[in-house]
C-alpha cells in the first residue's frame, strides 16, 4: 500500500511547465483510476500501452497511462510532474510493484519464456505488419494465428532488463540480451540499418506533427511524415546512439559522431535548439 507519509512535495516557486499546465496528480487518485481499470479488466493492471485512463464509471479521465508513466519518471529526476515531485516512484510499473506487492508477484509468476519463443512471436508479428519490428510500444503479442498470448511487449522488454541486471526475469536470465531492442538487433539481425539522415527526417516528421518541438527518448513510437508507425522508438535511437558511441555495433550509425539523441540534436539543429530552451 502507498506510504501515508509520503506525499508529493510542492514546489511554488518553480514556473509551470507544460506537464504542469493540468491538475495537480496524487497517489490516491492514481491508485483510484488502478483500481477501476483492474475492475473493468478481470484484475489485470495497466501499462504504459494501456491508453486513455477512464474512471469507475467508464468515463475518460482526460489522462492515459503513457503520460503517467513519464510523470513518475519526471520526478524521479527532479523535474516538475504535476505534483508528483518527491513521491517516491520512478515509473507506472514501479509504483504498481510497490502499492500492490502481493498482486503483481501473483502476476509475475507465469511460464517461463524462452528465446526460440519469443523469435517465433517476433515473426508472427512480421507476419501481420509487413515485415516491420515490435517495439515496446507495440502492446499486446498475438500468437501466428492472431491469439492473445496474455504477454506484451513492454513486458518482455522489462524481462530482457531485468535479466540485464542479474535478476529473475521468467527464464531470460543469462539469455544475453539487454533489451528488446538488443535482441531484435542481434537474433535476425534487423533487416533494416538506420541512417543519420533517415533518423533526421523523423525528426523533422515529429516537429511538424509537434508545433516545431523536439522529441526525447520517453516520446514514444516514432511515425513518418504521413503519421504511419516506423516500429521504431525514441527510445531506441537513443539507446542505438548510445551504444554506437561505445564503438560497438548499432544498425549503421556507427562512427556516427554522437554518443545520444540529445546530442544528435544539439548538433544537427543547433539554432532551433538553442531557442528551444
Known sequence: MIDPQMKPQQHPEQAPSLSQDRMPLSLERIQAWVDAYREANGGSFPTVSSGAIKDREG????????TVDSLFRSAAQGSPARGLQG??????ADFLDKTYPTERTARIEKPDLTVSQLRDWVDAYREANG?????????????????????TWEAVDALFRRAAKGFPARGLQGCGFNSLGDFLDNTYPRERKLSVSQIKDWVDAYREANGGSFPAQRSGAIKDREGKDTGETWKAVD?????????????????CGFNSLADFLDKTYPTERRGDL
Open 59 to 66: 468515463k475518460d479521465t482526460g489522462e492515459n497511462w503513457k
Open 131 to 151: 515485415g516491420s519490428f515490435p517495439s515496446c510500444e507495440s502492446g499486446a503479442i498475438g500468437d501466428r494465428k492472431g491469439k492473445d498470448t496474455g504477454e
Open 239 to 255: 539507446d542505438l546512439f548510445r551504444t554506437a558511441a561505445q564503438g560497438r555495433p548499432a544498425r549503421g550509425l556507427q562512427d
Open 87 to 92: 513521491c517516491g516512484f520512478k515509473s507506472l
